[in-house]
């Protein structure tokens, strides 16, 4: 594993923060037509549907889906089943910008993760760089006025995304623990496809669960439900999840969590894109901030 940042590697990890952005505001768009744990069977049971045929290898008999199963099992649960089903619980109740405020913690739970879990050695340049990267998410959820954070509320959502967000920092160390590297290279889709059998039996099992303790869970079909969950399936699932783990194997979870606060950014600059709004100052200043703790950080792990 390399931590050096090339220009391919950039690219693998902010592909799924810019997916990710948009699966935030997708998420909170439909909360009132689909419950959220059924919203994350369906995004992927959809993704598991478009990538089987390309990956029907893994389902004979002697695959690693049967000889890891325990690995992958877990990893579906982690990555899958777990972390996506609370990311879209949390958006029932909370805001798209309290959700991706704590988020923007993830650097500081890889570094933690890492440290007690796995037993690396944190460095000063690594947290100097998690506390630049979140003064930039700062200014982009301020609108560069620190008086705005003060009105911030946080509500039960909250706590369940900071719980998911713990969930996959350690989903993503384990991706690098117990994996050979050039399995990822050489046959992502079956290690991405592996975990997706698992997650989807994970998160069918959750959502069962859901319509049995929510006494008013519904669905209300419609044409743009379909492109939420066309968008969701292969998007924010099939590729965000092939070029995180494509980027973890390559910089370790550490560097990669910083890539994570990208997410608040390009939200702010979509709204600008596709809701009319300028661009303003604090738009650059959080870009370098949180560009300054991503190379900061680096520096750590050269």
Excluded at 6 to 15: E, G, H
């Amino acid at each position: 594993m390399s931590h050096k940042l090339t220009p391919t590697t950039v690219l693998l990890l902010v592909i799924p923060p810019l997916l990710w952005a948009g699966n935030a505001v997708v998420g909170r768009a439909v909360h009132d037509v689909v419950p959220p744990v059924t919203l994350n069977f369906l995004r992927w049971a959809i993704a598991l549907v478009i990538l089987a045929p390309f990956g029907r290898v893994i389902f004979r008999k002697g695959s690693g889906l049967w000889k890891h199963r325990k690995r992958y099992a877990l990893l579906g649960l982690l990555g899958i089943g777990l972390y996506n089903s609370m990311q879209y619980m949390a958006l029932h109740t909370s805001t798209a910008v309290n959700v991706t405020l704590v988020g923007a913690s993830m650097p500081v739970w890889m570094l933690v993760i890492g440290a007690l879990v796995f037993g690396t050695r944190v460095k000063t340049w690594q947290i100097a760089g998690a506390v630049l990267s979140l003064v930039g998410v700062l200014v982009v959820l301020s609108h560069g006025e620190w008086s705005q954070l003060m009105s911030l509320r946080f509500v039960p959502g909250d706590v369940i995304q900071l719980i998911a967000t713990i969930i996959w920092a350690l989903y993503s160390w384990l991706l690098i623990k117990g994996h050979d590297p050039a399995e990822i290279r050489s046959n992502w889709v079956g290690v991405l496809l592996a975990q997706l059998v698992y997650g989807v039996a994970w998160s069918g099992a959750m959502a069962g669960g859901e319509w049995l303790v929510v006494d008013d869970a519904h669905i209300t079909w419609s044409w743009g439900l379909g492109v939420a969950l066309i968008y969701v399936a292969i998007g924010p699932a099939i590729v965000a999840l092939r070029c995180w783990g494509a980027g973890v194997q390559r910089v370790g979870p550490t560097l990669a969590g910083f890539f994570a606060n990208l997410s608040p950014l390009f939200a702010a600059l979509m709204s600008v894109a596709f809701l009319g709004e300028s661009p303003q100052f604090y738009h650059a200043l959080a870009f370098v901030l949180i560009v300054g703790g991503i190379v900061v950080s680096s520096r750590s792990s050269a």
